[in-house]
């Protein structure tokens, strides 16, 4: 990370005091956007420098310069957090938590994330973004406008740019959110330009002279500067005698001013200085040691001082006068004279030193630039895992797009990078392509590690395309070729073969696995991975008989994550949504919808589609249970549209199985065929297919066709140690053979059903079941007589008791609790103990009650709950 971009710019040699814009930059921070936009070289980043340095009583100031990496939502997040932190605002890692394959959280996601640390802000702070002009990236525009619109009390936001942002400006003003300093207020005045050009470039000029440049420059200060410039060349070559008939002859209109001026100066300049800024206007920043690698001199640190003397558009960025730029109009100017050869030599020593340095990121920059290649592949494989790890997916992405698509298509790994990345992104045509060319490994260029990530993406992709009988053997491969490294690809492997096998029916070795991948994960730090092994492994152990076990595994892995690691909280919804459903089988729904909403929450920050889809479906399933259908629809219809909009059919399957369920569970019979005869063909050979299609069977009067294949799943479940499911199976054959008459069947296969239960408790099959089960529970409860009886109670509590009944704003019941502690004034982490929650998911309910009640703080949220009497 570079300090550089991070510290508080120091007061600029030769620059003039401005209060009058002082004064208006004191006076802004009354709304919630300061807006200084003008093109280049108006003094935006000047005024904003002599205002931290002179405005009297000024708030803790936190500083971000932007260039155009910053683009990558990563990277972003990292410099903004750094930044606050920087100012003494306590902020965690929450909005940059590292990803896996799973996909990357919106950035608007991880800005409300960062919102959720900065609720509790206690002093007032102002964040700076000076050049935001550099950021291409809508997501990033939308994540700042999330920002703005839900900015806390004591935090202000001054934005620098050359053009206006693509934000709802036209809302802002109507409703009084942002102060503009355009280029009329940032123009120099008459007087300002005097004062200018007589102390700060000390010319010995005339009022009238000074008013002629001014108004030929039209205030420019970059025009004026470069003017002065030339007319201090003048003095020392002429004399100060005819001074103000060159300023009154300066022509401000020329077509090519820019360059005509900085050529003047250029041209005026000793030819070793200007050799000095040739070599070195391709760098974006420098110190003097880069500018020696890169010139190949070993005085560049007297050279920069020259530089900064002769006032020559050169900026300090930090206090020590280690790092510097140039204004962008004399670096453009600079390139542009550059020929093609000389440009890729000190892109090529540039790369050099910034490898050298242990800086690799501005080393591959810096040899994509220089078009060497074979450079550019070596530091993209040693950058690769930990960007993967963090997430930096769009930097790695544009740095593929960058290479030669040839080259990309010789390299088995770059192309298996570049598909996986293309799915990331949604660009699955393109995925397809590239996908295609990561056949086997060549073991002629290949060591073992190579193979073994090239492995390791191929049973990414395979999964991606539903074939996990692929998946598994390339994760073994994977694995072989791995050995014990402790990179990131193994257990990446490690958590795919176990998805694999899990996808075609071998639980029991999917369930080692998972564990693996879930320990190994923990162990080397991979937090991503380990998680989402977990989400896949708790469910499996429930089915397995497990159901306490997996309770506990899970608790476990969320004290690890949080509330002490604040900065994991996003992860934590791999947590939660499997405990939501744990809760679910104990028959636990208000929990379970605590966890599963949570969860769910979580999940879409973190840009995970599926476990975002099994959360919705598994909340449909339990507001179902507590009878609120209207939620549970509700909760279906959201997860249909994420589904449908993925075009992925496993995950449309997903659905299409959680609304025939639900239309079952309504007695909508023929509704609940219809959705499940869409996809028979793909889920009828899966035992929750089977289970379903039991179901409907028993539904439609056909008993005995549905106890013959339920004989059968009980043999399979028996066979792979399914105990946890085996209770469901035994709860239907009661089901079964009750309707066909058979008494002492039905007595058997419920007493079984109880006895599986009974050591794990779970509830929500008997209850799923039938009402009339009740009644013949009586007659088995001697297998565990404390269980039925705690079952009997259960059947006779009212199936709505739960629900919570909306209201006008959307809360929901534990947004109103939320709500009314906030109301007493409980902190974050004081809500989250007294109702028993993670901070996290107490920091998410406050964020949602601030989007849906329309404020930006909490007196705002309290006020308006009165208003709407809520409180």
Known sequence: MLKAKLALPPAQPMSLSRPRLLDLVSGSLKRPLTLLCAPAGFGKTTLLSAWVNEAVDRPAVAWLGLDEDDSDPVRFFDYLRAALQGADVGVGSSATAPLSGAGSPSPKDRMASLLDDLTELDHPVVLVLDDYQAIDNPELDAALTFLVEHLPEHLRLIVATRKDPQWPLSRWRTRQWVAELGTDQLRFTPDEAMAFLVRSMGLALDAESARTLAARTEGWVAGLQIAALSLQRHVQLEGATNLAQVATAFSGEHRHLIDYLAAEVMRQQPQMLQDFLRKTCILDRFSADLCDAVTERTDSRQMLVQVERANLFLRRLDDQGRWFRYHQLLADFLREGLAEPERIELHRRASAWFESEGMGKDAIKHALAARSDADAVRLFRSLVED?????????????????????????????????????????????????????????????????????????????????????????????????????????????????????????????????????????????????????????????????????????????????????????????????????????????????????????????????????????????????????????????????????????????????????????????????????????????????????????????????????????????????????????????????????????????????????????????????????????????????????????????????????????????????????????????????????????????????????????????????????
């Open 387 to 871: 960007m993967l790890a963090r997430g930096e997916l769009p930097t790695l992405l544009a740095w593929l797009d960058m290479l030669p698509a040839s080259l990309v298509r010789r390299h088995q790994d770059l192309a298996g990078y570049r598909a996986w990345l293309l799915f990331m992104s949604g660009r699955t045509v393109e995925a397809e392509e590239y996908y295609a060319l990561t056949g086997a490994p060549d073991v002629a260029e290949s060591s073992q590690e190579h193979k073994g990530i090239l492995f390791a993406l191929q049973a990414f992709l395979a999964i991606t395309s539903d074939n996990p009988a692929r998946a598994i053997e390339l994760s073994r491969q994977a694995l072989d070729q791995l050995g014990s490294s402790t990179s990131f690809f193994r257990v990446w492997a490690l958590f795919y073969q176990g998805l694999g096998l899990l996808r075609t029916g071998l639980p029991k070795p999917a369930t080692e696995m998972l564990r693996q991948a879930l320990e190994l994960g923990w162990a080397f730090g991979h937090r991503m991975t380990a998680l989402d092994a977990l989400a896949h492994l708790a469910p499996l152990m429930s089915a397995q008989g497990q159901l306490r076990e997996a309770q506990l595994l899970c608790r476990a892995s969320l004290e690890r994550c949080s509330p002490s690691d604040e900065a994991q909280a996003p992860i934590s919804g791999l947590i939660l949504i499997p405990m939501g459903m744990l809760a679910y089988e104990r028959n636990e729904l208000h929990e379970a919808v605590e966890l599963l909403e949570a969860g769910v929450a979580l999940c879409r920050q973190l840009g995970n589609l599926y476990h975002t889809l099994a959360g919705e479906c598994a909340l449909a399933k339990v507001h179902h249970a507590r009878g609120a259908r209207e939620q549970a629809w509700n909760a279906l219809a959201t997860a249909q549209d994420l589904a449908d909009r993925s075009r992925n059919p496993r995950r449309q399957r997903m659905v299409r199985m959680a609304v025939a369920d639900l239309q079952l569970r309504e007695g909508n019979v023929a509704a609940a065929k219809q959705s499940f005869e869409e996809i028979r063909a793909a889920v009828e050979s899966s035992i929750e297919g089977q289970l379903l299609l039991a179901r409907l069977l028993l539904a439609s009067n056909h008993a005995l066709a549905a106890l013959r294949m339920l004989a059968a799943v009980e043999a399979s479940c028996r066979s792979q140690g399914q105990a946890g499911l085996l209770v469901t199976v035994h709860v239907l054959q009661a089901l079964g053979h009750r309707a066909n008459g058979g008494r002492s069947a039905t007595l058997g296969h419920l007493e079984k059903a109880v006895s599986l239960a009974a050591s794990g408790g779970y509830v929500r099959p008997f209850l799923d079941g039938d009402g009339a089960l009740a009644g013949l529970l009586r007659q088995v409860s001697s297998a565990a007589p404390a269980f039925v009886g705690g079952l009997l109670e259960q059947f006779r509590q009212p199936a709505n008791e739960d629900v919570v009944e909306a209201n006008t704003a959307g809360l929901t019941g534990t947004q109103l609790e939320v709500l009314r502690l906030v109301s007493q004034g409980l902190a974050n982490q004081q809500i989250a103990t007294r109702l028993v929650i993670t901070l996290g998911t107490a920091k998410w309910h406050v964020s949602q009650i601030f989007e849906k009640l329309g404020v930006r703080n909490r007196a705002q949220a309290i006020a308006k709950a009165r208003q709407s009497n809520l409180l």
